[in-house]
């Protein structure tokens, strides 16, 4: 099971950070990845963490957003930094029981997330 959580309302130019905790999961050999999706739009992989220590950010994320696991917390994070409006959708966080999650999500793809939280909404006011 996955809850989310940070979600908000911030100006352009502000931060947030989502995190993700995970129960009932073995941080064996994982993804956790962070997806979202925004009003008419196809829900996109935003960035992901892997057992690997493999890091994945979307281009549109790249530089201004970092993902990090703590372990010992079961949680992963996502800092959002200098947010501009589309950024704003509903974040999702999802793990996968292979770290070839990751690489699937680099390349589009979502089936190898079995596993989804119930998302936290993100509002990036202009």
């Known amino acids: 099971q996955l809850q989310a959580s940070g979600g908000g309302l911030v100006q352009t130019g502000g931060s947030l950070r989502l995190s993700c905790e995970a129960s009932g999961f073995t941080f064996d050999d994982y993804a956790i990845g962070w997806f979202r999706q925004a009003p008419g739009k196809e829900r996109e992989g935003v960035s992901c963490?892997?057992?690997?220590?493999?890091?994945y950010y979307s281009d549109s994320v790249k530089g201004r957003f970092t993902i990090s696991a703590d372990i010992a917390r079961n949680t992963v994070y996502l800092e959002m930094n200098s947010l501009k409006p589309e950024d704003t959708a509903i974040y999702y966080c999802?793990?996968?029981?292979?770290?070839?999650?990751?690489?699937?999500?680099?390349?589009?793809?979502?089936?190898?997330?079995?596993?989804w939280g119930q998302g936290t909404l993100v509002t990036v006011s202009s």
């Open positions: 963490v892997n057992s690997a220590g493999n890091t």
């Open positions: 999802a793990a996968s029981t292979t770290s070839f999650g990751l690489h699937t999500m680099s390349i589009g793809l979502r089936g190898y997330f079995g596993s």
